[in-house]
């Protein structure tokens, strides 16, 4: 009998073993819903950042540290965007990460402090995105070889999705004149999403990282819009909108309302994924200068 129970305890732990799933962790929300549509059921994924959370300056939590060090792989983003990760990899030993953003065609940041480096929001570019999708796909298929088919259907399928949201989208810019196509903001955030939807770009501040909302910012965005006749001015979810809501008083232009970019809602909210982030910004922008033509 008891050789039949040990038997049985040794079957048991042999199925919980196998059926065990690769652990992932990201460092914020928008890595990690597009890890899920790739890893699909095989694989879990867990976003160090909450829903909402400003991610430059972010300060972790030993909770953080002990999720990272159960993780068998770790996604980041790189290009500067997580200024806390370095530190925080260098307390995990030989934690397994990936830079995600690997192998794009960077964007310079034009001013601030950061002049000349790369913008760190690529994955708002739809093709940069596709990169970080290959390179989410090939670092799962790294670590767990027995679905690299998955991941790589999974990859394939999820571009599919994304393209069929966002062409339309863009292809509705037609009906806007050239003169009109600005995006204002208050982070220099959408640079590769205005490269793709073929915008003109102004901002307040080039990263969140930097002093932000500063008299000498507002008034240099209040003679941008004015010299171009600019409609519509935008922000970003996770920062103040005060500083764009002046430039709107003062100019007299429409506040066209929230942005999403370094973080999804929950799941309840306006952007609980990745597709619903790029329609729900594109939209926003397209109703925005249209609206106000």
């Given at each position: 009998?008891i050789r039949?129970?040990?038997?049985?305890?040794?079957?048991?732990?042999?199925?919980a073993?196998?059926?065990?799933?690769l652990?992932?962790?990201?460092?914020?929300?928008?890595?990690?819903?597009?890890?899920q549509n790739?890893?699909?059921?095989a694989?879990?994924?867990?976003?160090?950042?909450?829903?909402?959370?400003e991610i430059?300056?972010?300060?972790?939590?030993?909770k953080?540290?002990v999720?990272?060090?159960?993780?068998d792989l770790?996604?980041?983003?790189?290009?500067?965007l997580?200024l806390?990760?370095?530190?925080?990899?260098?307390?995990?030993?030989?934690?397994?990460?990936?830079?995600?953003?690997?192998?794009?065609?960077?964007?310079?940041?034009?001013?601030?402090?950061?002049?000349g480096l790369?913008?760190?929001?690529?994955?708002m570019g739809?093709n940069s995105a596709?990169?970080?999708i290959?390179?989410?796909?090939r670092?799962?298929?790294k670590?767990?070889?027995e679905?690299?088919e998955?991941?790589k259907l999974?990859?394939?399928?999820y571009k599919?999705k994304i393209n069929e949201?966002?062409?339309?989208?863009?292809?509705?810019?037609d009906?806007?004149?050239?003169?009109k196509?600005?995006?204002?903001t208050?982070?220099g955030a959408?640079s590769?999403?205005a490269?793709?939807?073929?915008?003109?770009?102004l901002?307040?501040?080039?990263m969140n990282?930097e002093q932000?909302?500063?008299?000498k910012q507002i008034?240099?965005?209040?003679?941008?819009?004015?010299?171009?006749?600019i409609p519509?001015?935008?922000?970003?979810?996770?920062?103040?909108?005060?500083p764009a809501?002046?430039?709107?008083?003062?100019?007299?232009?429409?506040?066209g309302g929230e942005?999403?970019?370094d973080?999804l809602?929950?799941s309840?909210?306006?952007?609980p994924?990745?597709i619903?982030?790029?329609?729900?910004?594109?939209?926003?922008?397209i109703n925005?200068?249209?609206?106000?033509?």
């Open positions: 009998m039949v129970l040990l038997i049985f305890s040794f079957f048991q732990f042999g199925l073993f196998a059926d065990e799933k652990k992932v962790v990201t460092t914020f929300t928008v890595i990690a819903d597009i890890a790739v890893a699909g059921d694989a879990e994924v867990v976003s160090i950042t909450k829903p909402g959370a430059h300056g972010y300060q972790p939590t030993p953080d540290l999720k990272a060090y159960d993780a770790i996604l980041w983003n790189g290009l500067n997580e806390w990760f370095e530190k925080f990899i260098s307390q995990l030993g030989d934690a397994r990460y990936y830079t995600v953003s690997e192998g794009i065609e960077p964007l310079e940041i034009a001013e601030g402090a950061y002049l790369p913008n760190p929001h690529a994955w739809v596709f990169v970080y290959d390179n989410i796909q670092a799962l298929a670590e767990d070889p679905n690299a998955i991941y999974n990859a394939s399928l599919k949201v966002i062409r339309p989208l863009i292809s509705q810019l009906q806007i004149p050239l003169d196509r600005w995006l204002v208050c982070e959408f590769y999403f490269k793709d939807f073929g915008l003109k770009e901002y307040l501040w080039p990282s932000v909302g500063t008299p008034q240099k965005v209040i003679d941008g819009v004015r010299e171009n006749n519509v001015i935008f922000c970003e979810s996770t920062v103040n909108t005060r809501k002046r430039v709107a008083q003062d100019t007299g232009v429409a506040y942005l999403y970019v973080s809602s929950e309840d909210g306006k952007v994924t990745f619903d982030l790029l329609r729900v910004t594109s939209t926003t922008v925005g200068i249209v609206d106000n033509l």
